[in-house]
């Protein structure tokens, strides 16, 4: 792995348990006047939390208007917000809920200031426009520990259908200013977005330390993310769902995930995200939870084919070291042989759905196949390997 590195900034991050009362000291540094909230469409209520946002929000002196997200981010709802607000003396922007939230909220900071459509900026599909980089202060608030998108550069927008996309609004300047993760906010979601968002974070958390391009900085995040997510993630699921402190400990380690895909890339599953994410309506997390255990199996599979003494392998066999029962295992193969079987039975045990849950059929796969990336994997799959391995989750 490369020992030449760089590594994107991060926001200020408030950590622990209680934590969302930075909100009125972050408001009051900024001189903030009126205030952007962007919430889940029942999350905060569910909670019974939006109240006490509201009142950090109000004791700093500033006002705010309310929107709400339902459903993953898309260029239409991005635009609307915009034009209805473009031009309301709007001074800053708070997400509080889960992924698509952070994101939405993420992509309306930075089009606010402008007015213009978002299609204009975003990579890939859009008008090809840099964007200028100057937005409004924003501060995420995670409900759930996925995405790690609270301290990525990127808002992920979607616009699904036969010609649909998932494509990234991208600049350094859209990492938020701050972080707060706070355990009492983290105890609500049930256990299949659980379940799916932690293991979106154990992905995003794999994908770098496996990566072509990681550093000696990001293996430090990402394994510090292992060691706490592993432990962890089941409990989450579980009989632990309620305690604070095992939902804060998941979503440090999705933070850490967000730094790590961030500075090291990311590999296959990610590269299979976009395409199925794109043309069908599946949370990202689900596509992820449902396809890492099949991919891990397939780059074993190639690596022990193509490149037995790769240095990949040395990392697999360490993260199957501390999976449950690991710990003992001295050889190699047999520690990565352990780490992908207990990964393959957490698919299971979690209930991740299938790809064919969502009305992905055979015929879908060419095509996606066709749309995905390899870039960052450990080893080029081929067509055929990535096909073998969609076809396991279908």
């Known amino acids: 792995m490369a020992f030449s590195f760089s590594l994107a900034k991060t926001p200020s991050i408030y950590c622990g348990v209680g934590t969302l009362c930075e909100i009125t000291g972050w408001l009051l540094n900024l001189k903030a006047q009126s205030v952007m909230l962007v919430i889940g469409s029942q999350s905060l ?7 006490l946002v509201e009142e950090f929000i109000t004791k700093s002196g500033a006002s705010f208007k309310l929107v709400k997200s339902d459903g993953e981010p898309t260029v239409e709802t991005v635009d609307d917000i915009t034009e209805r607000f473009f031009g309301a003396g709007i001074d800053a922007v708070i997400s509080v809920g889960g992924g698509s939230v952070i994101d939405l909220g993420k992509a309306v900071s930075a089009m606010l200031p402008y007015g213009n459509s978002v299609m204009d900026h975003l990579e890939g599909v859009g008008k090809g426009f840099a964007h200028p ?19 990525s550069k990127n808002a992920v927008l979607s616009r699904v259908g036969p010609t649909g996309f998932k494509k990234s609004l991208r600049h350094d300047n859209f990492v938020p200013s701050a972080v707060i993760l706070d ?40 394994w510090s993310g292992l060691e706490h997510l592993i432990p962890n993630l089941l409990p989450a699921c579980g009989d632990s769902a309620h305690d604070p ?38 949370p990202h997390g689900v596509i992820c939870g449902t396809l890492i255990a099949s ?15 790769h240095p990949t392998i040395h990392r697999m066999a360490r993260v199957g070291r501390m999976m449950p029962g690991g710990f003992d295992l001295k050889d190699d193969y047999a520690a990565v042989d352990h780490f992908t079987e207990v990964l393959e039975n957490w698919v299971e045990m979690l209930g991740i759905p299938r790809l064919g849950c969502f009305d992905i ?3 879908d796969l060419d095509l996606i196949v066709q749309e995905s990336s390899n870039r960052h994997n450990p080893i080029e799959l081929t067509d055929s ?10």
């Open 361 to 363: 059929k055979d015929s």
């Open 295 to 309: 991919a891990q199996r397939q780059n074993w599979d190639a690596l022990k084919q193509r490149a037995p003494e």
């Open 133 to 151: 980089g100057v937005t409004l202060p924003y501060l995420a608030i995670p409900t759930t520990s996925g995405t790690g998108g609270e301290v």
């Open 183 to 222: 355990g009492d906010l983290l105890t609500s979601a049930d256990a299949s977005v659980t379940a799916a968002c932690g293991m979106d974070a154990f992905t995003q958390l794999l994908e770098p330390y496996f990566s072509t391009a990681a550093s000696p900085m990001t293996d430090a995040i990402v």
């Open 245 to 282: 402190s095992v939902r804060l400990q998941m979503a440090y380690a999705a933070l850490c995930s967000g730094i790590g895909l961030a500075n090291a890339g990311l590999g296959i599953v990610h590269g299979l995200a976009g395409p199925i994410g794109g043309k069908h309506p599946i």
């Open 45 to 51: 209520r569910r909670m019974g939390k939006l109240n």
């Open 385 to 394: 390997e990535i096909r073998s391995l969609l076809e396991r989750r279908c």
